[in-house]
């Protein structure tokens, strides 16, 4: 029994948001919603799982905001029907219910789409076939396709899909969204030096490589309340680019996070896709991505990856690195992660293989039984 509390444990703010502790769930796809993208039952269970086990933000996976190009994957949850509305809002009184909050994360794969029951066709920045292949657990084989260049309609169609899916989330009783800029999809691919070679204002510059990200958040934050939370989630490496790093280090990160918080973000949230925060966190300089996210902006700032290692934790947050932790392997392995903590209870290692074959929330219970599993 540790009498000192781990400082995840105390409570935090963010904006107009009060958290029990500094513990979230992070974003994680499981391709389990309904053909037409309705969120389940099964996903209500999953969800309020982590509510009852402590953690004090939720946010989803990635959701789809428009009937055009945005959806990544085939059963894949949106958020453009009265239907899918619906569906988030049983999920939102039961997460609410067990005492968390939530935040709808929205998505447009952009070039990294893979099943799109909309449409056949990918557009992103620009004509750039994306590196790597299809991901067999969101269920996608092969080579990506080369997208067709977005002209500045699908550029509006995008932004009013992001702020027309917000407006929904907040009426199905989300306390905010995370617009999803990182890891490699849509508005990633306009930040992305190598898949944005356009020359109008969204091309060139990092300046104006950030500009969609700046305009959606911005877009959003016109059309819903003020208490209602707008954060943006960011990474340098990518579902099909694990090791990209910003070219201009410091100076792009810096500018990309003043946009942001120009544009009324009301959190940023940084991802370590597919590697651990202390690989991925270091800037030239020494200074760390989450450390210098909170210096630019004042702003809340979300740290990812690896987080369960409860002393790296500890560091990242009584060393001013991030003021929120967002678990994603921990928490699928321990959906309740903040009470062992508080309890001083072990916790269990994070097993690949209920993601098997693919991610779905039905693989996972599969799994459990043969792995000897409780969670
Ligand atoms: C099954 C799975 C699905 C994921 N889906 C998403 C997603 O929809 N949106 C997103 O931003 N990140 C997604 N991620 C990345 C995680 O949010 C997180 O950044 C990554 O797992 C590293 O954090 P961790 O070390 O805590 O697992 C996913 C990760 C996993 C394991």
Redesign the pocket.
Known sequence: MKDVQHPALLPETIGELSLANRLAV?????VSAAADGTPTEEMADYYAAFARGGFALIVT??TYTDTLHSQGYLNQPGMVSDDHEAGWREITGRVRAAGAASVL?L?HAGALSQGNRYRDDTVAPSAVPPRGEKMP?YGGHGPWATPRAMGQDDIDLAVQGFVASAVRAERAGFDGVEV?G??GYLIDQFLTDYTNTRDDRYGGSVSRRVRLAAEIVSAIRAEVGPRFCVGI?LSQGKVNDHTHRWAGGTRDAEIIFAALAEAGASYLHI????R?WVETATLDGGMTITGLARKVTGLPVLA?????DTDQAATVLADGHADVL?????A?ANPDFPRRLAQGLPTADFDHLM?QPM?TLNNARLWRPAAGATA
């Open positions: 992070a974003p994680m796809t499981r996976e990635g994360q998505m657990e999803h990182a890891n989630r991802a370590s896709e597919g651990d990812n990856g690896g987080m369960h967002a678990l994603g392997r921990g699928l993601l991610a």
